[in-house]
């Protein structure tokens, strides 16, 4: 099998890289620099004849809440546009596709609600809005599959909130964080053995069009944080302040609250041994 990984320079996508070599698979990896994402899609379609691959997957994404408000053109680009423009490419050829998602296509409004594949979306940011676009979009290709994700933390997400606060708990700094903001997070090296068994080894879900995969443990950010830092050695609790997330004040209102996600496919409802879990910081 051959496998064209887009984004691949992204968290996600170098997750998926360090597995693909431990695995020996053979795969192309690119990155928007390869190819024009801002409306002329020529070389994209040039990678994607030229490798002939049996799969593509999409880890290309824009996804900061206020950033995508503030630049909802390229939200759309590169969230909506570019799934849109491979299907294109792609609709007449054998290859599967697989996109992944976001549990921002939810409201978020209810207090403990968790949502399934079967769930009514509606988001309410600009994010939200264009995932939902591209997974509508994917579900209409005959081989296209959207998996939608709750927070990810892992190996490769040095830049992103968990492992922030983690760092920041392991040099002694003082960090606030909310407990009112709610998912169900999953580590990522276990979504990328997920597809790679489902999708890759054993062609499973191929008749699916629509999977969440998650975890079981329904966490604010503050527990979540509590929980990995009991990792850390000599980490001081007095540093470690619970607030609300109106405490940061935010420039607009639209983060979804309360999130996570369950499935009605038993094996995309992930245990998760936290205390197992390494290479964050």
Request: hydrophobic residues 40%.
């Amino acid at each position: 099998m051959k496998i064209l990984l887009l984004g691949a320079n992204g968290s996600l996508g170098k997750q998926f890289k360090i597995l693909f070599k431990s695995k020996n698979v053979k795969f192309y990896a690119a990155t928007r620099k390869n190819f024009n994402s801002n409306g002329d899609y020529k070389d994209l379609k040039k990678i994607i004849e030229l490798f002939n691959p049996n799969l593509i997957i999409n880890c290309i994404a824009l996804t900061g809440l206020v950033y995508c408000e503030n630049e909802p053109k390229l939200a759309n680009q590169l969230n909506y546009q570019i799934p849109f423009k491979i299907i294109k490419i792609i609709k007449n050829k054998n290859i599967r596709f697989i996109h992944f998602s976001s549990e921002a296509v939810f409201e978020g409004k209810k207090p403990k609600k968790i949502y399934n594949e079967r769930s009514m979306s509606n988001p309410k940011s600009v994010y939200g809005k264009t995932k939902l676009k591209a997974d509508k979009c994917v579900m209409r290709y005959k081989k296209g599959i959207v998996i939608r994700i709750p927070l990810l933390f892992g190996p490769t997400h040095k830049k992103q909130i968990v492992a922030t606060l983690l760092n920041k708990i392991k040099r002694k700094k003082k960090v606030f964080i909310a407990d009112d903001v709610y998912s169900t997070p999953v580590y990522s090296p276990l979504l990328c053995e997920f597809i790679y068994e489902n999708f890759i080894r054993k062609n499973n879900f191929l008749k699916k069009k629509l999977i969440h995969f998650t975890s079981v443990k329904f966490l604010s950010l503050y527990d979540l944080i509590i929980l990995l830092s009991k990792k850390i050695k000599g980490r001081d609790l007095s540093k470690i302040v619970r607030v609300k997330d109106e405490f940061f004040k935010p420039e607009l209102d639209i983060k979804p609250k309360n999130l996570g996600l369950k499935s009605i496919y038993s094996k995309c409802n992930q245990k998760i041994d936290f205390q197992k879990i390494d290479g964050l910081i």
